[in-house]
């Protein structure tokens, strides 16, 4: 009797303690199970969700707050237009003038033949001159004078209108200096505005970089909290079967030394957004890095419909070489016409009043010209030291050359950096494509192995291994979108410049 009792009071333990061991798997694998599933189907509380409740933010909404609140685009824009405006400058040089003096001198030098104490006189002057782009100078002037001999008589006054007029017929002959100065100061104005231009287009190339800096770093922040949430899930569970004697305790290490390590991913995600944030306000004109706005969600759906930009004009700094070398090319050819000799024709014409003993009489009589005077006649000045002034053109010359050396080095780089930016664009947009198909499969790959393991059929250094697969995918993903969004931004500068609404 007593042999066959045990045996049956031992089935019966053996089978208590089996059931007890299948509820304890289930109860364990139902809590990871739960943990799983609010790390997929809750929001967690981060700087990147907590910006979803605010308002959503477009690009060009947010360009339209850089230039309104950016300091240094609003003076590079100040400095563009002063620029522009300030190139007009040159052309004053061919622009009618209007001049005016006046004097008053007092001789008292004596006279051998009247008696008088001293002479005042006093000279007032009005008139016009202009310098016309054919190199032809006029000036026309009215003089109007009075004596005073002080002693002897009363005043006597004079009226003289004249003309004189000079054209060059060496130097600067059919006005060759005068608009080769004009134009070297009108394209280095337009050097400096194309200089400003460029540097508001820099702060806006900037501020759109920091847009997308900030968009796909909160995407980050929250492939990092998924991950964290996946690894405290699976420390968990982990945990609790050490403590049951169901797994071996190097799976609990391996489960808390992958805890570790994302929540040091997930801080140094957290600190990127933070730095993102801060740039994003800055570039606007703002300080402190909480942004609440909703920035666009980055798909391969979305991105795969962008076109690469039409090439439409030159870069900025393509536009600044071109200005500048043209500027210096002018300056050397006028620099060379200034050092040649001078042979200048000048004549003048005027005519003149008798002394009268008053104001209207010597006006009314300044025009009778019945007693005009004429003069004609040629000058001529030749530098003497040709050494000098051949080094001093040889000088702009070489600026001239090295300029336009500049300036087809600036074009060559612009051709070769726009048809690598349109190979790369095209294969950016792939790229995040098939990152994108990527993700999704190391996902599913993931979740399998996550079953196999629950059912004891891997461990949890697989299960680990695949996570890792899966977020370096995540991320690999993310830069690929970084380096689109560059691209897209650099080929912008083939295009106008046009201003946000």
Known sequence: MKSHVTPKKDISAWILTAIALIAIFFASYSSFAAGAAKTSGQTPKTAAAIASAGADLSLGEFLKHVQDGNEAFIAAEKMRAAALDAATESSLAFK???????????????????????????????????????????????????????????????????????????????????????????????????????????????????????????????????????AQAMYDWTSRRVKLSLSDKAEGLQATAQLKARKLDYRLAQDETRTASLAFNSARGRTGDVVTENLPKLTSQLVSGWKSPERQTNRPDVDLALLQAEAAKASAMASAERSRSQLELFGLYAFNSPQRGSESEAFADSWNGNRPTSTIGVRLNIPLDRSTTERVQAAWAAEASAQQAVASRKIFEQERDWNDAVARFELAKEKVKLYEDLELAQKEKLDYEKSRQQRGRSTVAQVILFEGEYDQTAFARVRALAELLNLNAQLKLYSPFELAN
């Open 96 to 230: 009618p003038q209007f001049f005016a003096n006046a004097s008053f001198s007092s001789d008292a030098k004596p006279s051998p033949f009247f008696p008088y104490d001293r002479v005042e006189t006093t000279n007032l002057g009005v008139g016009i001159q202009n310098q016309f782009e054919f190199g032809l100078q006029t000036k026309f002037t009215y003089g109007f004078s009075d004596f005073n001999y002080v002693g002897i008589a009363p005043k006597y006054f004079e009226g003289r209108p004249q003309l004189e007029a000079s054209l060059p017929l060496l130097k600067n002959a059919f006005g060759r200096e005068a608009r080769l100065t004009a134009l070297a100061g009108e394209k280095g104005g337009l050097a400096k505005s194309a200089a400003q231009d460029a540097a508001r287009r820099q702060v806006l190339l900037e501020a759109e970089a920091a847009y997308w800096r900030l968009t796909l770093s909160r995407e980050a922040e929250k492939i990092s909290k998924a991950s964290l949430d996946r």
